[in-house]
């Protein structure tokens, strides 16, 4: 149980809905397989059910980090807003790179029990852990260096 707040009653019954269905057509364990296997694209199918569990687990997730419903729900009204169909502002282009340096290598690993375990195998080795060193000196340069309590510690 996470604590007595509804932002977290919502969001298991987000987490049941979306599973509830399956359970009941007995489709739950189906899609196990990984996606676009063998291959180095997915099937416009693939990547549709990909997107949307994506967007479904950031729905949830909205409500898991939210302090408490009316912050969620005005969370939810601003992505759903008017400026959703503006041109978004253009983050700066070294961020971008990085977004989605992650994302080929997450990609790339998809196969793998993680997602480097491919990358840079027959690589020699100072090439391959100097790849190791950057990941680490990106992770290093964006992560959150304010002190944030545990959110467990909350309850």
């Not at 269905?21 to 997915?42: E, F, K, S, W, Y």
């Not at 290598?105 to 020699?124: H, I, K, V």
């Amino acid at each position: 149980w996470h604590g007595a707040n509804w932002t977290f009653l919502v969001w298991g019954a987000l987490n049941a809905l979306y599973f509830l269905p399956l359970m009941v057509t007995g489709r739950n364990r189906r899609h196990l397989d990984i996606i676009a296997q063998g291959r180095r694209l997915p099937s416009p199918g693939e990547l549709a059910r990909l997107v949307g569990t994506f967007l479904l687990t950031l729905l949830a997730w909205v409500f898991f980090r939210a302090q408490n419903l009316g912050h969620a729900l005005q969370y939810l009204r601003g992505i759903f807003s008017a400026s959703l169909f503006h041109p978004m502002e253009i983050q700066p282009l070294a961020e971008l790179f990085m977004i989605a340096f992650f994302i080929a290598m997450e990609w790339r690993g998809r196969e793998q029990p993680y997602a480097l375990a491919a990358l840079g195998l027959r690589w020699p080795r100072l090439l391959r852990w100097s790849l190791y060193a950057f990941i680490l000196f990106l992770i290093g340069m964006y992560m959150q260096t304010e002190e944030t309590p545990f959110i467990y510690f909350q309850f």
